[in-house]
């Protein structure tokens, strides 16, 4: 299984970003894709989760109302929208994937993207 992470950069506070994740390397029929970030000397915080089978996403309250997760799952990708971006959201983003329903633990996905920097300047 191949992740792979696009769309990072460098932006003004107010700017919009939309980060890709790519899965690869099998069926994904029956999973769910999971949006993590790492901000410089913090913990890894969950974003937002969504499943390839359908159903909604589900997003973490710091990000609820600016960031949205969707899927094409025909490309077996899916993006996180992000709006209204704030210094604070400024981290590592990590997409990850595991067989279930979404999940908000880190420890529940099996494989993970790369990472893309997200940098939001003031």
């Known amino acids: 299984v191949q992740l792979v992470e696009r769309g990072g950069g460098l932006v003004q506070a107010g700017g919009s970003l939309r980060l890709s994740c790519a899965a690869s390397g099998r069926s994904f029929s029956g999973y769910a894709m999971g949006w993590f970030r790492q901000a410089p000397g913090k913990e890894y915080e969950f974003v937002a989760a969504?499943?390839?089978?359908?159903?909604?996403?589900y997003h973490a309250d710091s990000v609820k109302g600016r960031f949205t997760s969707s899927r094409d799952n025909a490309k077996n990708t899916v993006y996180l929208h992000m709006n209204s971006l704030k210094p604070e959201d400024t981290a590592v983003y990590y997409c990850a994937t595991r067989q279930g329903v979404p999940s908000m633990s880190r420890g529940a996905y099996d494989y993970w993207g790369q990472g893309t920097q997200v940098t939001v300047s003031s």
């Open positions: 969504i499943s390839l089978s359908g159903g909604r996403p």
